[in-house]
């Protein structure tokens, strides 16, 4: 890691390497954005501070757009494994609010999408990363136009090393037999079962034999319910075969 001085920019150099982007909860209210999975990120350059929308304007113009007229300069938002890769360190001044990368990722997670560093997208909306004053970085999910946070420069190495191929993606999705069978099991486990346990223990003699239907209805949708909190964790996506994940 090196650092140099460029028309008022301090830049700040970093190998690259692998990270892991993404979280591994699941569940509609407390999931993380997944799955899990490894990024190769490659050498890259990255403003020690953060600017912000305005000065980003100011700097290179706001006709066609600030992050347009960044790219045409040369330089770009960083993505979400170089902005890990640079915070790692500890070089880079704290900002006191969100960092816009140039990732844009569906809501439904980082499915279909490239693993090799280059950026996540280009539909959907733009990833926002924000760190703690303890260390600990949040991300979610914000409009594509956002024009509110800062803004770090990235800018390649000389030479430029780029990307080729399709990027090694994640699978477009999680496998839908798989999910399905995990659906079974979960509305069995938590819902089915209760429900004719609660019948023997607290209902009419023949209850059960008349009324089988709606407890297994009814266990199915306990079942589902329990979708809002908690789903069993994505497996991690690894770009070497190991025994915690699935290799890609």
């Not at 640079?86 to 880079?92: F, G, R």
Request: aromatic share 8%.
């Amino acid at each position: 890691m090196t650092s140099s001085t460029d028309e008022d920019i301090e830049w700040v150099s970093f190998d690259g390497g692998v990270v892991v982007i993404g979280g591994s909860r699941r569940g509609i209210l407390f999931g993380d954005i997944g799955p899990p999975h490894e990024s190769r990120v490659q050498a890259f350059e990255i403003s020690r501070r953060g600017y912000t929308i305005d000065e980003v304007e100011e700097r290179f113009g706001a006709k066609g757009g600030w992050e347009v007229a960044m790219t045409a300069a040369g330089i770009r938002p960083p993505t979400e494994g170089e902005w890990l890769c640079a915070h790692d360190s500890d070089v880079l001044e704290p900002l006191d609010g969100d960092e816009l990368l140039i990732d844009r990722i569906e809501p439904r997670g980082y499915w279909g999408q490239p693993t090799d560093g280059r950026p996540k997208g280009p539909n959907g909306q733009r990833l926002i990363r924000r760190r703690s004053n303890s260390g600990d970085s949040t991300v979610h999910l914000a409009p594509s136009e956002i024009s509110e946070g800062f803004v770090r420069f990235v800018r390649p190495v000389r030479p430029p090393q780029g990307w080729g191929g399709d990027g090694n993606p994640l699978p477009l999705g999680p496998d839908p037999t798989r999910r399905f069978f995990e659906e079974v099991i979960i509305a069995t486990l938590v819902g089915i079962i209760p429900s004719f346990a609660w019948a023997a223990v607290n209902a009419r003699p023949g209850y059960i034999a008349e009324g089988w239907p709606g407890l297994i209805l009814g266990g199915v949708m306990l079942g589902i319910m329990t979708s809002i909190i908690w789903r069993p964790r994505y497996r991690k996506f690894t770009l070497q075969a190991d025994s915690d994940g699935q290799r890609l």
